[in-house]
């Protein structure tokens, strides 16, 4: 494999960008992680030999999955994911939407699909996680369905899809509110040659929102598609995650994201069943990166951002 020094620094539309400055925080940040990484490393998985037990070591969280495979029940699904994520070592999936995809739900349609993710996490003990599904166009039922699945229920996030941009202000009354309790929100996100849908919103549009409100703790999904438009629509965006899944697993991504918004702000994602586990976590082994980053990607990130609201749940997240 080439060394990092060999490989063609991939910029396209960037080579403008100015690499991101050293900083304190920047510092402080990092040598937490090194710590983090250095007490893995002494650990006795990392002493283990078979390749399974070597992606173990990664602690790999997957933030994106769906209903939508094997099964004819939702439990029966999940359990199907989780059974071919633990081959690549991965601990836990979040999953969202329902056992099949709508662009325009319904209130009852909505309140159906989280209401089937809801029995499906709860039978998982644990090895799965979900964001409930909401549709902005109906903001009040939409809130009402977040404080019934995420503030009284097991959920631990949002996801939003492709019903309304991000620039919507009723997007922005239903995510304040998530921002009110803590938990992140997904938006799905896409650059698509052939036009996105009236209701898609582009990373641009979810930048937007993240002006709109800085409490907001958002993650652009499929980093855009177009990824390197995506990471510079979103890099001066602090409270803006790319979220790596449901994209080729193109050379270049990872290396841009990290180099470009700092590895703390990647988080690794599959799409599965809509993409394999195996294609999604090369992307990230792959990558030229350090493997503190690695760690940081496939799960340590994810696992600090939905710490908090783990916790009200009554977990404690091993960092
Ligand atoms: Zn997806």
Known sequence: MASR?????????????????????????????????????????AKTSSWQQQLRRY?????????????????ERVAWVLRYGRRLGVERVVFFMGMRFRYDPTPAQFRKDNDDLMRAVEASRGAALGFVYLNPKFPEESIRELHRCVRDGPL??????????????????????????????????????TGNLPGESTPEDLAQLAQACPQAQLI??????????????????????????????????????VRELGARRVLFGSDTPGRTFASQVAKV???????????????????????????????????
């Open 5 to 45: 020094r060999d490989r063609p620094r991939i910029s396209p539309k960037t080579h403008s960008l100015p690499r991101a400055h050293f900083s304190r925080r920047r510092f402080l940040q990092s040598t937490a992680a090194t710590g983090l990484w250095l007490s893995w490393e002494r650990s006795s998985f």
């Open 59 to 75: 602690r790999i969280w997957d933030l994106h999955a769906h209903l939508t495979g094997q099964g004819l029940s939702a439990q």
């Open 156 to 193: 631990v996030g949002v996801k939003l899809w492709v019903a309304l941009r991000a620039q919507d202000p009723r997007v922005l009354q239903v995510v304040r509110e998530a921002a009110r309790l803590g938990v992140p929100v997904f938006q799905h996100t896409w650059y698509k040659t």
């Open 220 to 257: 652009a999904g499929h980093t855009g598609g177009q990824w390197a438009w995506g990471i510079a629509a979103i890099r001066r965006h602090r409270n803006i995650w790319a979220g790596l899944g449901g994209t080729d697993p193109q050379a270049g991504m990872v290396e841009m994201a």
């Open 285 to 319: 082994l792959g990558a030229s990166v350090s493997e503190q980053e690695k760690f940081m990607i496939l799960g340590a990130n994810l696992r600090r951002l939905l710490a908090p609201v783990l916790q009200t749940k009554g977990e404690k997240v091993q960092p």
